[in-house]
């Protein structure tokens, strides 16, 4: 099985997911991907909004969404009132998804939905504390 027929079938295990869209190319295609598969009624794009977005980037977001069918949200997040992200040390992307995470989770349980993060496949094997924050709270 190729990965893209990989990808679509474990969209389809979960059966309804929340994607983190940040609006870069990897929460971009997963976003697009989980909308073809599962439709606007089982995959919702997620967009944190804080002092960390630039505004253009948040009107990409629901520009991209408005033009590929999405349902998208944006949501508020506080990474800034967290001493660990400001101090901007080797391990900020963590306390960053951390707070993602602990904001959309909730909003995901409420949609019977997993949280699904878009990362490339030769990333994994890095250091990623982002991608640690977010498996340690869920997701998929």
């Known amino acids: 099985m190729g990965d893209l027929a990989a990808l679509r079938s474990r969209l389809e295990e979960l059966d309804r997911v929340v994607v983190a ?19 606007s009624r089982r995959a919702l794009a997620v967009t944190a909004i804080s002092p960390s977005l630039a505004g253009a980037e948040r009107g990409d977001c629901e520009s991209l969404a408005r033009e590929w069918g999405l349902r998208w949200r944006g949501v508020e997040t506080h990474e800034l009132e967290r001493a660990a992200y400001v101090a901007n ?25 997993t949280v699904v993060l878009g990362t490339n496949v ?13 498996t340690e709270r869920g997701a998929a």
């Open 21 to 39: 869209f940040s609006g870069g190319a990897d929460s971009a295609f997963l976003a697009w991907v989980a909308n073809d598969v599962l439709g």
């Open 89 to 113: 040390d080797g391990d900020r992307c963590y306390h960053c998804k951390a707070e993602l995470m602990e904001v959309v989770a909730p909003l995901a349980a409420a949609e019977g939905a």
């Open 122 to 134: 030769d990333d994994l094997g890095d250091h990623r504390p982002g991608q640690q924050a977010a």
